[in-house]
């Protein structure tokens, strides 16, 4: 039978009200890529599970399916939501294949283009604010409780059932949990999902390695971050709203959460890039906190670790075209082909 996207397919396992009617894009279903080379340099088995090939590239799909379906289903003609870039590109694209209005509030000037450019792309009514994502979130939350507005943000209970079913692709792929899920930790929805779909699903139980940015690590510093500052904008959170849950998640999984510098992060993004895999920066920091742990004695030997790319390098391409120089440019001629190329 041909994929028919996430509800279809896990809808068993998905705690949705039975008036939820399906909206899919046949998201979900991404690949779990194996990645020769970082395994050797770690000696274990490393898989990239690339959540940037869900349709609107970042896994936030996942829980977008199941928070516009079961809106649609209670009768919601308008969805609202908070957004560091990818939250407001899925909420726009379901609720526009849905026929809904989507109002998406981001923090003004810290959207990465391909971001803002798909939630236009897709219809929504784009508001900057001159404030944080954490800012955004308390406005969208006052309004969705004052007027029938549908919030689809990740304190959605229906975007965490989603995006649980990552954790069962990749137990249905590895025919068990991995030893070791490593994944960027923003609002914090995320890893509160993974921990959720694996205790659910009885494929065993990761340990998990939650990274923050540095500069926005409040899981780490155990308080709320009022200015935070990274270039991983999808990270730049201060005050998750899932805190809790995702320490809860690191401790019971007897993992740990831990932050990273912004170069730490664009090292593992071009890590990752020179294996084949461009994630945008946020995407990088699971791998960026697997390395610095391996340098302070972490040994993942013999281990199979699936480390989470949670969005594709597509949605931030400035981040790599302002650290290159423009292309060599030469006349339509072989010599000149030569001369930049070589003779090899
Ligand atoms: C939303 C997002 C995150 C953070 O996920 P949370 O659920 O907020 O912790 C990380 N990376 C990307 C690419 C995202 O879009």
Redesign the pocket.
Known sequence: MTYQGLIHRYGQYLDLPAHTKTISLLEGNTPLIPMPRLSREFGCELFVKF??LNPTG???DRGMTAAVSEAVGRGAQTVICAS????AASAAAYAARAGLRSIVLIPEGKVAAG?LAGAIAYGAEVIQIQGSFDDALTLVVEITQKTPIALVN?INPYRIEG?KTSAFEICDVLGAAPDWLC???????????YWAGFKQYQKGLPQIL?VQAAGSAPLVLGHPVEKPETI?T??R?GK???GEQ?LEAAQESNGKIIAVSDEEILSAQRILASEGVW??P??A?GLAGLIAESAKGFDVKGKKVVVV????GM?DPSIITESFQSPKLIPVNYNALVDVVGGA
């Open positions: 959540e940037g970042s896994f936030k560091t870039g990818n939250t971001k990740s995006q994944l960027p930790v923003g609002n914090a929805g995320n890893i509160t999902s939650g991983a999808a990270i959170i998750p709203a899932r995702a994630v945008e946020a995407s920091a790319c949670t969005g594709h949605k």
